[in-house]
């Protein structure tokens, strides 16, 4: 059954979906996208805990981690509450996806240290970013969505790469409907857009 406010799937989706409409600039955000996500984690494994809250201590893989619990952790928290509401089945994998990325960020962190990990980052998110602006400039031909709802496209893009790649490949829906009901309201979002952007055009 459909949600309403700010769980609305439909909306979100279509939202995500108007500005990435074309296959190849959808093929570079499912290559990019959860890169973002791990590499902003990975920096973030530095920041101190919050409210003095103890380390969980560990062994991985026959090495010593200790994860802080700290805004790292509270952005994972976030992001994972927030995917289960949206979708309970889709948003359990997102979920599990976004702890893995954290708990690896965590291990690749205390591998590397601080002084090479955030040029490891850097380098990261400039590649990253570079391909998605290049997959909305060149096969997209409109800006990105995070240019009108920063918020919304930051915290949905990991989880519709997913569900994305979920219905591509294994026909999911979150219910019945669901595919069919977004698809019209991209179609016409999109048709809005380029009607807009005739008129522009003197």
């Known amino acids: 059954m459909a949600k309403t406010g700010l769980f609305d799937l439909e909306r ?22 959860w890169p973002i ?33 700290n805004v790292g952790c509270l952005l994972t928290l976030v992001y994972s509450g927030f995917y289960v509401f949206l979708d309970p089945r889709a948003g359990s994998l997102a979920a599990l996806l976004c702890l893995t990325c954290w708990v690896a960020a965590s291990f690749v ?10 040029k490891v980052v850097l380098v990261a998110q400039i590649v990253c970013w570079t391909g998605q602006f290049i997959g909305h400039g060149v096969f997209e031909k409109r800006a ?25 490949i294994f026909g999911y829906e979150p ?26 055009i003197p």
């Open 175 to 200: 219910y019945p409907g669901f595919r069919a009901t977004v698809e019209a309201k991209i179609d016409a979002e999109v048709s809005d857009w380029k009607d807009k952007q005739e008129k522009l």
């Open 144 to 168: 990105p969505a995070l240019l009108d709802n920063l918020a919304q496209a930051f915290l949905m893009a990991p989880f519709f790469v997913l569900l994305e790649a979920l219905q591509t």
């Open 37 to 69: 996500l791990f590499t902003a984690l990975l920096l973030l494994c530095f920041m101190p805990p919050l409210f003095g809250l103890p380390r969980i201590e560990l062994s991985l893989f026959g090495h010593y981690l200790a994860l802080v619990l």
């Open 109 to 118: 962190a205390s591998r590397l240290g601080f002084s090479l990990a955030w």
């Open 12 to 33: 979100h989706f279509a939202f995500y979906g108007a500005y990435h409409s074309n296959p190849v600039n959808v093929a570079i955000h499912s290559v990019f996208v």
